[in-house]
């Protein structure tokens, strides 16, 4: 199969980049309150040093409704789609598995259990994200340990204790559903699926320089990534300190994963999709895989959550299963056999 984006991958970039600021204008405008394009675009941009006095800030229920209530949430869905998707990326690129996630190491599990014991024995709400990345963290560190052979990282023993302890924090998590009550168990439930609503700008403040940090981390490794795809001995031949290169993927990757659920809950699919999709798009070079999974992630995870909003407030883990699973399905069946690896 050839990649017609390969030769132009600035030209790429800038498509993404586009695609990704309409879908954000777009979801800004939809809502119980329907509000014009114009108008946010004069609220957003009246706000930006030097140009500002340009536009009208249009003061009122409308500059409120997007500054506090939809673009905190907005920008949380984008931060959390481009976090997973990166995830997700450098975890396929060690694992060389196109089926590997951000929470094979049992990230994902280990956070949900955090914060069923959070609901389950009434921790304040504002700790809550707190106690899920402890806990998401913390299983990831315990998978990482027991992967560990002779001060080496193998990859299958990663993926037998990463399942081992993902279906020991699911039972756990289960466990603590059927003692709850109906409150406490309706709370639990949407953990595990996920949502954005309820995001503060604190939120941001906090996900943001961890999705910037942990991105850049990733991306340098890149060509890193593309020489171990060849093979851990020829990788060692090249120089390419193997060890450390998949010990500084394995726990950015993590910890770009357990940032996002200790805000929105367990958002499942975006880490497993889009860096395959992407692939598809521009192929495996990691140097241009990770920046397009970047933006196709963000700008599908806001899609979802606008689904989600106008929709009545749907869990938007369900959303992306919804829409994931057949879009993957589909990939499968229109690039049989040539999934880049």
């Not at 980049?17 to 405008?29: P, R």
């Not at 590997?100 to 994902?108: C, Q, T």
């Not at 039972?171 to 603590?176: D, G, Q, R």
Request: overall charge positive; aromatic content about 10%; some cysteine.
């Amino acid at each position: 199969m050839s990649h017609p984006l390969k030769p132009h991958f600035k030209k790429s970039l800038v498509i993404f980049g586009t695609l990704t600021f309409i879908t954000v204008v777009i979801s800004l405008s939809l809502g119980s309150v329907s509000i014009p394009s114009k108008t946010i675009l004069d609220i957003l941009f009246s706000r930006v040093p030097v140009i500002g006095g340009l536009f009208p800030s249009h003061p009122g229920p409308e500059s409120t409704i997007i500054l506090k209530i939809r673009l905190p949430r907005i920008l949380l869905g984008l931060i959390a789609g481009v976090s997973l998707s990166v995830s997700g990326s450098s975890m396929q690129g060690v694992f060389k598995n196109p089926m590997a996630s951000p929470f094979i190491l049992g990230v994902s599990a280990g956070g949900a259990f955090g914060a069923a014991v959070g609901i389950f024995f009434d921790i304040p709400w504002y700790l809550l994200p707190l106690i899920a990345f402890i806990f998401g963290m913390g299983t990831m560190l315990t998978v990482f340990f027991l992967g560990r052979v002779r001060g080496r990282t193998h990859v299958s023993t990663l993926l037998l204790a990463g399942l081992a302890m993902n279906f020991l924090m699911t039972a756990l998590t289960s466990l603590i559903l059927f003692y709850s009550d109906p409150a406490e168990r309706m709370s639990i439930v949407a953990w595990t699926w996920g949502s954005l609503s309820g995001t503060v700008w604190n939120d941001i403040w906090i996900s943001l320089p961890v999705m910037v940090i942990g991105t850049g981390a990733v991306y340098a490794y890149a060509r890193d990534l593309n020489v171990i795809q060849t093979g851990e001995t020829s990788a060692k031949q090249l120089g390419i300190e193997v060890e450390k290169t998949k010990m500084i993927q394995l726990i950015t990757s993590s910890l770009l994963a357990a940032v996002v659920i200790s805000f929105t809950g367990v958002i499942g699919f975006v880490g497993l999709i889009i860096p395959h999709a992407s692939r598809l798009l521009v192929g495996p070079d990691h140097k241009k895989l990770i920046p397009i999974s970047a933006l196709l992630g963000g700008s599908f995870l806001v899609m979802c959550d606008a689904v989600s909003r106008v929709s009545g407030n749907i869990w938007v883990g369900v959303i992306t299963g919804l829409f994931g699973a057949p879009f993957f399905i589909y990939l499968l069946i229109r690039n049989r056999g040539d999934t880049g690896w």
